[in-house]
C-alpha cells in the first residue's frame, strides 16, 4: 500500500532521523575534504547546524507543519557553521517555508517544498560553484519534481530522488578538478545525502538509533555530562593573560561549547559534571557575573539555543557608540591584537571551528553600537556571518569579507570612522585585497593537491591561490613559501607564531627571511594559535 502523505509525526521522525544519520557519518564526511589540514570540516559544521534544529524539534510534543517549520528554520538558521552548515540551512528554510501552512505534504506540495529549497539556497551564495552541495540538492529537486507528475506514491518518489542523488554525488568530481585529483566526492554533497538518507530510512519504518544525536546536543537519559554551565567572567589581568590557564583547566571538567575572550571580560559555555569547580577556577582571576547552571538529566529542563541572560549585552551600562567592531580569532597572541585595535568582542574559534550564526548574533548583543563591523577572517564563516547580518533586527550587522587572520587585521587598522558605513565597508575591502597571507601546518593523511604529492606528515604551506610548498621543516616550507608571496611591490612580512612554535624558533626564521630581504620590514608576533604553526602576510 502506498503512502501519499506525510503528516506532523511523521516529518518529525525523518527529521530527527536524518539529523542522526548525519551525526553518525561526520568524521567520515570529513576525511573527503581535499585539504588535508587538522581542523573543523564539513561534517562537523553541517552536523552542529542540524543539531541546533534537531533539538528544537524534538522538543515538540504534538508536531505539525507550522510549528516544526518554525523550529527546523530558526534552529538550522542560527546554528548554522561553515558555508556547507549555511547552504544546508537554507535548503531547509526554502523548503519549509513551502510546506508551513499545509496539514500534510503530498506528491504535489513536496515538489514545490524541493524547488523552492534549491532556489533559497542558490540565492544565498553570491557565485554558485557546481560540483557542491548545490549540485546535488538541484539534482534531488529536479527527480522529485518528475516523479511527482508520474506518480502521488511518496516512497516512489523519495527513493528515485535519494538514487538520483547519488549518482549526480558520484559525478560531482567531474565538475570540479580539484575533487578528482583528491580521489573524493563533494563532502558537503555526500552530507546532505546522509541527511536525506536518514530520513528516508524512518519514512520506510525502519527502527532509528535516536541515540546517536550526540548527548551534548540533545537532553536525554544518556547524556555525558549532568550540567551545562555558563558565565561571565570580569578578570583582574588582562584576558589574553589567563586564556591558555583558565581554558586548560576548564577543558579538563568537561566540554567546552564556547571560549569568548572580549577586550575585558571572558563569556564561558561548557558541560562538566561539577560547576562549582569551573566557578571556583574562574573566581581565581576576578569576578563572576551572569552565572547559569542547568541540569541536563532533568527531563523537565531544556537547554536553549536562543537568548539566555549571558548572551545579553555585556556592556549595555556604557554609553552606546556609533560603531564597534567584532572580530572572529584564534590564540591569545591574535585575540590580543585584535582588542589592541579597538576590536570590542573577539569570538573564539576561525579556522579549527567555525562559529555559528548565533554566535555571531549573541557577539553583536553584547557590544553596544549602532553599526558593528563583523571580521569573518575565514572564507568559510562569511557565510554565516553573512546570515547574522540579515537575521539581525535591532543593530546594523557589516560583513568586512575578511578570509583571513592578517586581512582581519588589516581591514581593522584602514577602518575610517568619518565616512559612511558604506564607504568605509568599500575602504576595508579595498585594503584587505593588498594582504596576500600564508599558513603552515601540517598534512593528515595523503592526498595530491594542484599536481603536488602530499604525505600525511609533510609540513604544508598554504597561499591565498593553494598550495605553496611542501616540505619536512617548518622553516624551510615557511620560507619556500613566503618566497612565492613576495614580489617587487612587497614591503612588509609580517609572521604570527603559534602555539607550538618557541619564541627562539621564530626569531631564527625572522633572522633568515631578514637575510633573505634585506630591503623589507619583517615583524614577528605572538598568535598562540593552534594547529597552524605560522601566519604570515606580506604587504
Not at 579538563?252 to 569547580?277: C, E, Q, R, W
Request: proline fraction near 3%; charge should be negative; glycine fraction near 8%.
Amino acid at each position: 500500500m502506498s503512502i501519499q502523505t506525510i503528516d506532523g509525526f511523521l516529518l518529525q521522525k525523518m527529521f530527527l532521523a536524518g539529523a542522526a544519520n548525519l551525526e553518525a557519518k561526520k568524521e567520515w564526511i570529513n576525511e573527503l575534504n581535499v585539504f588535508p589540514v587538522p581542523d573543523g570540516d564539513t561534517g562537523t559544521n553541517m552536523t552542529m547546524t542540524i543539531m541546533s534544529a534537531a533539538k528544537e524539534v524534538s522538543a515538540i510534543d504534538v508536531p505539525n507543519m507550522e510549528n516544526l517549520a518554525k523550529a527546523i528554520s530558526s534552529g538550522s538558521l542560527r546554528g548554522a557553521r561553515g558555508n556547507s552548515g549555511v547552504i544546508l540551512s537554507q535548503l531547509l528554510r526554502g523548503f519549509t517555508k513551502e510546506v508551513k501552512k499545509e496539514e500534510a505534504i503530498d506528491s504535489i506540495i513536496i515538489a514545490r517544498a524541493c524547488e523552492r529549497a534549491v532556489e533559497t539556497a542558490y540565492k544565498a551564495v553570491m557565485k554558485p560553484k557546481e560540483g557542491t552541495i548545490l549540485t546535488v540538492a538541484k539534482g534531488v529537486g529536479v527527480k522529485v519534481s518528475e516523479m511527482a507528475k508520474k506518480t502521488d506514491d511518496l516512497e516512489e518518489i523519495i527513493d528515485s530522488a535519494i538514487k538520483y542523488g547519488y549518482e549526480v554525488l558520484d559525478k560531482t568530481p567531474d565538475m570540479l578538478p580539484v575533487l578528482k585529483e583528491a580521489g573524493v566526492v563533494d563532502s558537503g554533497g555526500q552530507g546532505l545525502m546522509e541527511f536525506l538518507q536518514g530520513a528516508f530510512d524512518a519514512f520506510l519504518g525502519k527502527e532509528i538509533d535516536y541515540a546517536s544525536l550526540a548527548g551534548e546536543e540533545k537532553v536525554d537519559e544518556g547524556v555525558k555530562y549532568t550540567y551545562e554551565t555558563s558565565f561571565v567572567l570580569k578578570p583582574e589581568k588582562n584576558p589574553a593573560d589567563i586564556d591558555g590557564d583558565l581554558r586548560g583547566y576548564l577543558d579538563s571538567l568537561g566540554d567546552i561549547d564556547s571560549f569568548a575572550v572580549n577586550n575585558d571580560t571572558i563569556v564561558v559555555s561548557m558541560k562538566t559534571d561539577d560547576p562549582g569547580l569551573a566557578m571556583h577556577k574562574g573566581i581565581k582571576f576576578g569576578v563572576l557575573t551572569n552565572i547559569k547552571v542547568s541540569n541536563l538529566k532533568d527531563a523537565d529542563v531544556l537547554v536553549s539555543e536562543t537568548t539566555t541572560e549571558e548572551t545579553k549585552e555585556v556592556a549595555s551600562n556604557e554609553p552606546r557608540k556609533p560603531y564597534g567592531f567584532i572580530s572572529v580569532s584564534v590564540g591569545s597572541g591574535i585575540n590580543e591584537i585584535f582588542t589592541s585595535l579597538g576590536v570590542d568582542y573577539v569570538i573564539e574559534g576561525g579556522q579549527t571551528m567555525n562559529p555559528s550564526t548565533a554566535d555571531i548574533l549573541d557577539a553583536a548583543d553584547k557590544v553596544n553600537a549602532d553599526v558593528i563591523y563583523v571580521l569573518p577572517n575565514n572564507k568559510n564563516i562569511i557565510l554565516a556571518a553573512e546570515q547574522a547580518e540579515k537575521l539581525s533586527k535591532d543593530k546594523k550587522i557589516v560583513v568586512v569579507p575578511t578570509k583571513t587572520i592578517p586581512q582581519g587585521i588589516a581591514a581593522v587598522i584602514n577602518f575610517n570612522s568619518e565616512v559612511s558605513s558604506e564607504e568605509a565597508l568599500a575602504i576595508m575591502t579595498e585594503e584587505i585585497g593588498n594582504v596576500k597571507t600564508g599558513q603552515v601546518t601540517y598534512a593528515v593523511r595523503d592526498t595530491s593537491i594542484d599536481g603536488i604529492a602530499i604525505k600525511e606528515g609533510n609540513i604544508m604551506g598554504i597561499a591565498d591561490k593553494g598550495i605553496a610548498a611542501v616540505g619536512e621543516s617548518v622553516e624551510d616550507t615557511t620560507v619556500e613559501m613566503i618566497g612565492t608571496m613576495v614580489d617587487e611591490d612587497s614591503e612588509l612580512i609580517s609572521i604570527y607564531y603559534g602555539a607550538e612554535v618557541s619564541e627562539e624558533d621564530a626569531a631564527k626564521c625572522a633572522k633568515t627571511l631578514e637575510e633573505k630581504y634585506p630591503d623589507l620590514e619583517i615583524e614577528v608576533n605572538k598568535g598562540d594559535q593552534p594547529i597552524y604553526y605560522y601566519i604570515v602576510s606580506v604587504e
